[in-house]
């Protein structure tokens, strides 16, 4: 695990054995665009999950933080459809909706970009920004010759990088294998953005980046948010994490140790909790 500032002995700042008062929304946020109850995930005799509960609402960024293994990726792989959960329940703007596959959340408005990023490297970045939803071209020669409408994709991807502040990508004629790590993240990132209808989620998006690219994704990042997405962002950046998160959603061990806010609490405090130093009262 990596905490970037965060000193690990987070124990020694704090009581040990102490709690801390827990950090729920108060009822003021409208309804949750996305949420969970007793999510249970196990592969074989490992525990993935063991029955989480999530709340997502529009327009907030909902971090989830949690030491490796602590069942972040199975949980958001549960939410968007890449896992079946064993049991428990999705609800997506109240009604519950059950994923066989990621297309079924993408369809439901999900778009996620995994920890193993998912781009396709021999692609241009315009077919990349496309994949699986690529427009074909007006009229007869679209929809009887089934011709891909490539100059109006590559257009319309540069305007949503751009849209997002990537200056660094130029050409979306470009194949993604000739791209630089942070530019290939930038791409997946602009995928969600660009076909995201409700929710965005993002599994360390920032962890391959360099400084300046790291920024750029957290300043999308908040362009989604002030667009009325709901995004749950996955990082064991703590720094990155307190500057953009709304609410921290702290996985420990399978289970939900507790939420918690950056103003409520230090990320000291949320490192003892996700190390098992601090528990909070729930
Ligand atoms: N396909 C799988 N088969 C078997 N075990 C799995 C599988 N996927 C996850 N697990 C196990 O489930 C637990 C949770 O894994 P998960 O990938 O969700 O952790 P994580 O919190 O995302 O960790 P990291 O910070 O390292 O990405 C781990 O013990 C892991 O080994
Ligand atoms: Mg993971």
């Known amino acids: 695990m990596s905490t970037d500032a965060v000193p690990t002995s987070a124990d020694a700042a704090l009581p040990r054995g102490g709690t801390l008062a ?12 996305l949420s969970a109850r007793g999510l249970v995930k196990t592969f074989g005799r490992v525990v993935g999950l063991d029955g989480v509960d999530l709340d997502l609402y529009p327009g907030e960024v909902f971090a989830v933080i949690g030491d490796n293994g602590a069942g972040k990726s199975t949980l958001i792989k549960c939410l968007s459809g890449a ?43 315009a077919s990349n920004l496309y994949l699986a939803r690529e427009e074909r071209r007006p009229g007869p020669l679209g929809s009887v ?9 590559r257009v319309r991807a540069g305007e949503s990088v751009r849209g997002l502040g990537i200056q660094t990508i130029q050409n979306m004629a470009q194949p993604v294998e000739t791209l630089s790590g942070g530019q290939r993240q930038a791409v997946a990132v602009s ?23 790291g920024n750029q994704v957290l300043e999308m990042i908040r362009q989604l948010r002030d667009k009325g997405l709901g995004i749950i962002l996955i990082s064991h950046n703590m720094p ?3 500057e953009v998160a709304d609410r921290i959603h702290i996985q420990r061990l399978g289970g939900r140790a507790g939420v918690i806010t950056p103003s409520s609490h230090t990320m000291t ?14």
């Not at 827990?22 to 665009?33: K, L």
């Not at 010759?145 to 994709?153: A, P, Q, T, Y």
């Open 22 to 33: 827990t950090s729920e929304p108060s009822s003021d946020r409208g309804e949750p665009v």
């Open 83 to 125: 896992l079946e959960p064993d049991s428990g329940e999705i609800r997506l703007d109240g009604k519950v909706v059950h994923f066989k596959r990621p297309q079924d959340a993408r369809d439901s408005g999900i778009e996620t970009v995994y920890q193993q990023l998912a781009v396709i490297p021999a692609l241009d970045i």
């Open 191 to 213: 995928r969600a953005a660009a076909f995201g209808g409700k929710v965005v989620i993002l599994d360390e998006p920032t962890a391959a980046l360099g400084v300046r690219e």
């Open 240 to 242: 990155h994490v307190w």
């Open 269 to 282: 405090d949320g490192v003892a909790i996700m190390t098992g130093a601090m528990k909070l009262e729930q």
């Open 145 to 153: 010759l089934r011709m891909l409408d490539k100059k109006g994709m």
